[in-house]
């Protein structure tokens, strides 16, 4: 039988100092993906494996781990397109690890939290009118699914410890910045509080997004260049205080 | 209860981890947030209960749209036009006050969803874009390209997270307590830490969604394993419609890894054909006025029979065809199908056919709900969303179900929190609880069956037997397999311990799923006549006698089947819809 050989990190973290790899193998199928081939272990191998799936479809954004070193989705990972004889799977290393391939991801909600709401003008006439080229920009955002695979890859969260936020949190922000109706403007907080200046924009990100979103380009560098243009930018600078001056004139 | 209560605040005890709060709500799908969000605008403390992580509920797999009669696109739809859809493709078994207030009120829904910072698609004037759906009379689904559901989460979780409502993810409940008549409480077994929860409210919220997961080839996410069911039925609620399961027209069929990934009928919606394999568009033969976009019933039962005929694919499907529509457009309209098809199949929608067929989407059965308020039978316990029955009867409009979560969340969450206002927190004998601790701690030993044995032997039964054409002798054969595994279900046990151990978690979920199973057998078994979503090809006609809601029991020995009346439809609204023909 032609088989898959898969080689998964395992640790119960309460009671084990270290981890080791172990190796399953698997019966081969056509189309499979590596979360197919977890499955099997899951189900025939061995039950007790920690393994954290939910829709197999990449659209919830459970399954994210490190194939082969990068961060993925095991459901979206075929197994045809991985070099090697052996595909070795663990558990994304940038998060506290709770057993095997699953992590504690919830300090993500924590950081969403503090991230200020959608706050909409106050007294538009209802029901709203929104053309479908505002919402083009805000949509991008949108598409994330929240795997985190982004924060996972981050060199700043992964290696230093600062108070970044991390790139799903400032597609967050660029998401409500970019709504054609929001009131705020969360750059001034994304680079005060969520440390948004760590990032020296290796792209990275950009690279591990299953909905490829152009997290560097479009959400990071314009929330970097909006709190530029509001604090230093002397020509802005420069209008406002005109501004200010014919108001009061 | 078995012994005299006591003051749980006395209890000093390290088994498990005590939580109070007003309201209680399992599962936080689209229906579970909704219900939270109001519960707590209504001044009440709110705890919502997650199975998987915050945001993942399966509720993020809806595709296609919300069905709201605003009319932005067809001026002429109306609550009225939209009701009368509803209470047709029910095939006159729904709760008519149900799909009245669905009608209604759905388009506040989605424009509130709007203000939360939902941003949906638009028509040339700005307005929410609306688009054509199955057996809808006007183009009627607000949609965000086809990634509705996702942008409902995500908008919900956001009001959530700003809002001062507990939340506890991977958090598997397994049994509802009771205060004498009353559920006020529940025992969770937090998944991500192994420890054990005892929760006290004062209303109890189900919101768990369906139970595809019983059935081998389904559209439904790892979570829909019918889980709210169980609860209900064990503490005293009555189920209904059960019988009734919605076959999706179209699901992927390959690779194996995704069979049964739902392909959403916006692809119909927006012009997409069905061909056999010798080229014909049969649809003009089941269906000749409405075509692909009939109700998703005869669209489901036409496939089946193309494929069962010998004009399927290569890879035992029926051909999906848009390419006509081109590239850009396929592309803006259909952004997740196109990189569904190109990253699991490899195939480039926008130039090659998709292979498609039939596969289980959704229960339009569930627990039995009072229309204004969602309570069950069982004081302090409510439900929405797709577990609980009576809107869709014995078929589910599409986009139905996102309006659905909506409408009844709000309204669950309302009817909770008013109900928790007149009562306080009850008391259980920590017997009960303990009790339950260690039934959950017994299924962790090497000595048991495998508990994904025992699922996958139901799902294959399931598969088999109780499919899209029914008849006795499958059912006697899958209702004969069923009460087997319910015994075998005795012996399930998984080594490992209590943290984020699956195999447990599936010897949990086996129960419900086992109930869940057996109501629809015996339903099916019951209902002899083809209404809706239910054909038997032993009795393949309607008949008239059997306009009649099935409704299931927790009896002294074993599962209690009644026929009921549909409720008495008032004649102003009886006169909107139209005259059912046998």
Same mark, same amino acid.
């Given at each position: 039988?032609?088989?898959?050989?898969?080689?998964?990190?395992?640790? /119960?973290?309460?009671?084990? @100092? %270290?981890? !080791?790899?172990?190796?399953?193998?698997?019966?081969?199928? *056509?189309?499979?993906? +590596?979360?197919?081939?977890?499955?099997?272990?899951?189900?025939?191998?061995?039950?007790?494996?920690?393994?954290?799936?939910?829709?197999?479809?990449?659209?919830?954004?459970?399954?994210?781990?490190?194939?082969?070193?990068?961060?993925?989705?095991?459901?979206?990972?075929?197994?045809?397109?991985?070099?090697?004889?052996?595909?070795?799977?663990?558990?994304?290393?940038?998060?506290?690890?709770?057993?095997?391939?699953?992590?504690?991801?919830?300090?993500?909600?924590?950081?969403?939290?503090?991230?200020?709401?959608?706050?909409?003008?106050?007294?538009?006439?209802?029901?709203?009118?929104?053309?479908?080229? /505002?919402?083009?920009?805000? @949509? %991008?955002? !949108?598409?994330?699914?929240?795997?985190?695979?982004?924060? *996972?890859?981050?060199? +700043?969260?992964?290696?230093?410890?600062?108070?970044?936020?991390?790139?799903?949190?400032?597609?967050?922000?660029?998401?409500?910045?970019?709504?054609?109706?929001?009131?705020?403007?969360?750059?001034?907080?994304?680079?005060?509080?969520?440390?948004?200046?760590?990032?020296?924009?290796?792209?990275?990100?950009?690279?591990?997004?299953?909905?490829?979103?152009?997290?560097?380009?479009?959400?990071?560098?314009?929330?970097?260049?909006?709190?530029?243009?509001?604090?230093?930018?002397?020509?802005?600078?420069?209008?406002?205080?005109?501004?200010?001056?014919?108001?009061?004139? | 209860?078995?012994?005299?209560?006591?003051?749980?605040?006395?209890?000093?005890?390290?088994?498990?981890?005590?939580?109070?709060?007003?309201?209680?709500?399992?599962?936080?799908?689209?229906?579970?947030?909704?219900?939270?969000?109001?519960?707590?605008?209504?001044?009440?403390?709110?705890?919502?209960?997650?199975?998987?992580?915050?945001?993942?509920?399966?509720?993020?797999?809806?595709?296609?749209?919300?069905?709201?009669?605003?009319?932005?696109?067809?001026?002429?739809?109306?609550?009225?036009?939209?009701?009368?859809?509803?209470?047709?493709?029910?095939?006159?078994?729904?709760?008519?006050?149900?799909?009245?207030?669905?009608?209604?009120?759905?388009?506040?829904?989605?424009?509130?969803?709007?203000?939360?910072?939902?941003?949906?698609?638009?028509?040339?004037?700005?307005?929410?874009?609306?688009?054509?759906?199955?057996?809808?009379?006007?183009?009627?689904?607000?949609?965000?390209?086809?990634?509705?559901?996702?942008?409902?989460?995500?908008?919900?979780?956001?009001?959530?997270?700003?809002?001062?409502?507990?939340?506890?993810?991977?958090?598997?409940?397994?049994?509802?307590?009771?205060?004498?008549?009353?559920?006020?409480?529940?025992?969770?077994?937090?998944?991500?830490?192994?420890?054990?929860?005892?929760?006290?409210?004062?209303?109890?919220?189900?919101?768990?969604?369906?139970?595809?997961?019983?059935?081998?080839?389904?559209?439904?996410?790892?979570?829909?394993?019918?889980?709210?069911?169980?609860?209900?039925?064990?503490?005293?609620?009555?189920?209904?419609?059960?019988?009734?399961?919605?076959?999706?027209?179209?699901?992927?069929?390959?690779?194996?890894?995704?069979?049964?990934?739902?392909?959403?009928?916006?692809?119909?919606?927006?012009?997409?054909?069905?061909?056999?394999?010798?080229?014909?568009?049969?649809?003009?033969?089941?269906?000749?006025?409405?075509?692909?976009?009939?109700?998703?019933?005869?669209?489901?039962?036409?496939?089946?029979?193309?494929?069962?005929?010998?004009?399927?694919?290569?890879?035992?499907?029926?051909?999906?065809?848009?390419?006509?529509?081109?590239?850009?457009?396929?592309?803006?309209?259909?952004?997740?199908?196109?990189?569904?098809?190109?990253?699991?199949?490899?195939?480039?929608?926008?130039?090659?056919?998709?292979?498609?067929?039939?596969?289980?989407?959704?229960?339009?059965?569930?627990?039995?709900?009072?229309?204004?308020?969602?309570?069950?039978?069982?004081?302090?316990?409510?439900?929405?969303?797709?577990?609980?029955?009576?809107?869709?009867?014995?078929?589910?409009?599409?986009?139905?179900?996102?309006?659905?979560?909506?409408?009844?969340?709000?309204?669950?969450?309302?009817?909770?929190?008013?109900?928790?206002?007149?009562?306080?927190?009850?008391?259980?004998?920590?017997?009960?609880?303990?009790?339950?601790?260690?039934?959950?701690?017994?299924?962790?030993?090497?000595?048991?069956?495998?508990?994904?044995?025992?699922?996958?032997?139901?799902?294959?039964?399931?598969?088999?037997?109780?499919?899209?054409?029914?008849?006795?002798?499958?059912?006697?054969?899958?209702?004969?397999?069923?009460?087997?595994?319910?015994?075998?279900?005795?012996?399930?046990?998984?080594?490992?311990?209590?943290?984020?151990?699956?195999?447990?978690?599936?010897?949990?979920?086996?129960?419900?799923?086992?109930?869940?199973?057996?109501?629809?057998?015996?339903?099916?078994?019951?209902?002899?006549?083809?209404?809706?979503?239910?054909?038997?090809?032993?009795?393949?006609?309607?008949?008239?006698?059997?306009?009649?809601?099935?409704?299931?029991?927790?009896?002294?020995?074993?599962?209690?089947?009644?026929?009921?009346?549909?409720?008495?439809?008032?004649?102003?609204?009886?006169?909107?819809?139209?005259?059912?023909?046998?």
């Amino acid at each position: 039988m032609d088989t898959v050989k898969v080689s998964v990190f395992r640790r /119960d973290p309460a009671v084990e @100092k %270290e981890g !080791k790899f172990v190796d399953y193998e698997v019966p081969r199928e *056509d189309g499979m993906v +590596v979360l197919d081939a977890m499955k099997y272990i899951e189900r025939h191998l061995d039950p007790s494996m920690s393994l954290r799936w939910n829709c197999s479809a990449g659209k919830c954004g459970s399954c994210s781990a490190e194939i082969n070193h990068k961060p993925s989705l095991m459901c979206k990972t075929r197994v045809d397109s991985l070099k090697g004889d052996k595909i070795k799977v663990a558990p994304m290393a940038a998060f506290p690890l709770i057993k095997d391939l699953v992590t504690d991801v919830s300090e993500n909600w924590a950081l969403l939290k503090k991230i200020p709401k959608f706050t909409p003008k106050e007294g538009l006439e209802k029901p709203w009118r929104i053309s479908q080229v /505002d919402i083009e920009r805000s @949509k %991008e955002f !949108k598409k994330c699914i929240e795997c985190f695979l982004c924060q *996972d890859v981050c060199h +700043v969260i992964r290696d230093h410890s600062t108070d970044y936020f991390g790139p799903r949190h400032v597609v967050k922000a660029a998401s409500l910045d970019m709504h054609p109706l929001d009131t705020l403007n969360r750059s001034e907080f994304m680079n005060k509080d969520a440390g948004l200046g760590y990032c020296n924009i290796t792209k990275c990100c950009s690279e591990v997004c299953p909905e490829e979103i152009h997290i560097t380009d479009n959400a990071i560098i314009p929330e970097k260049e909006r709190a530029v243009n509001i604090s230093y930018d002397p020509i802005a600078m420069f209008l406002r205080s005109r501004k200010q001056r014919r108001a009061k004139a | 209860m078995s012994e005299q209560p006591i003051e749980l605040d006395e209890i000093m005890n390290a088994q498990f981890i005590k939580h109070e709060t007003d309201v209680l709500i399992i599962g936080a799908g689209g229906a579970g947030m909704r219900a939270a969000i109001s519960a707590f605008d209504s001044g009440s403390s709110v705890t919502l209960l997650s199975k998987s992580l915050l945001g993942k509920a399966h509720t993020v797999m809806a595709e296609g749209g919300i069905a709201a009669a605003l009319a932005n696109v067809d001026s002429k739809d109306s609550w009225e036009t939209h009701f009368a859809d509803t209470m047709e493709e029910g095939v006159y078994i729904s709760n008519y006050r149900m799909a009245e207030l669905l009608a209604k009120e759905a388009p506040d829904r989605v424009r509130e969803l709007e203000e939360y910072g939902a941003l949906f698609d638009r028509t040339p004037e700005g307005t929410i874009m609306q688009r054509a759906f199955g057996a809808h009379t006007y183009r009627r689904l607000c949609h965000v390209g086809d990634r509705t559901g996702l942008e409902i989460i995500k908008t919900l979780e956001d009001q959530i997270l700003h809002r001062d409502i507990k939340f506890f993810d991977e958090m598997y409940v397994t049994k509802l307590l009771k205060d004498g008549n009353r559920v006020a409480g529940a025992v969770g077994l937090k998944l991500n830490t192994g420890e054990f929860y005892l929760f006290r409210s004062k209303a109890v919220i189900i919101a768990t969604g369906g139970c595809g997961r019983i059935y081998k080839v389904t559209s439904n996410s790892w979570e829909s394993t019918g889980d709210g069911l169980g609860l209900a039925y064990e503490a005293g609620a009555e189920l209904m419609d059960m019988e009734m399961i919605q076959f999706h027209p179209t699901g992927m069929v390959y690779p194996p890894g995704v069979k049964g990934l739902l392909v959403t009928e916006g692809v119909r919606g927006e012009g997409g054909i069905l061909l056999n394999s010798k080229g014909e568009r049969f649809m003009q033969q089941y269906s000749p006025k409405k075509m692909e976009l009939d109700a998703r019933d005869i669209v489901a039962r036409a496939n089946y029979a193309e494929i069962i005929a010998g004009r399927g694919t290569p890879h035992g499907g029926v051909y999906l065809d848009i390419t006509h529509k081109g590239s850009d457009f396929i592309k803006k309209k259909l952004p997740s199908m196109y990189k569904q098809f190109l990253d699991f199949a490899g195939v480039d929608i926008t130039k090659e056919k998709m292979e498609v067929a039939p596969t289980v989407h959704y229960q339009m059965g569930g627990i039995k709900v009072d229309p204004e308020t969602t309570a069950t039978n069982v004081p302090g316990l409510f439900a929405s969303g797709e577990v609980a029955s009576g809107l869709h009867g014995a078929n589910r409009l599409g986009g139905n179900s996102l309006a659905d979560i909506l409408v009844f969340g709000k309204r669950s969450g309302d009817g909770a929190s008013s109900f928790s206002k007149t009562v306080s927190l009850g008391n259980f004998a920590e017997s009960d609880v303990m009790k339950e601790i260690e039934r959950v701690k017994s299924l962790t030993n090497s000595n048991g069956t495998n508990p994904y044995d025992l699922g996958a032997s139901l799902e294959e039964n399931m598969s088999d037997n109780v499919g899209i054409i029914r008849n006795e002798e499958a059912l006697k054969k899958a209702l004969k397999a069923i009460l087997g595994l319910k015994e075998d279900s005795k012996k399930a046990a998984v080594p490992g311990g209590l943290k984020y151990n699956k195999g447990l978690l599936q010897a949990l979920e086996l129960p419900s799923m086992l109930t869940a199973s057996e109501a629809i057998v015996r339903g099916a078994l019951e209902r002899k006549e083809s209404r809706g979503a239910h054909a038997r090809s032993d009795f393949p006609k309607k008949n008239p006698d059997m306009r009649k809601n099935i409704i299931y029991k927790k009896g002294e020995d074993g599962m209690k089947l009644e026929w009921r009346d549909v409720p008495k439809i008032p004649d102003e609204l009886k006169k909107i819809i139209p005259q059912e023909v046998y």
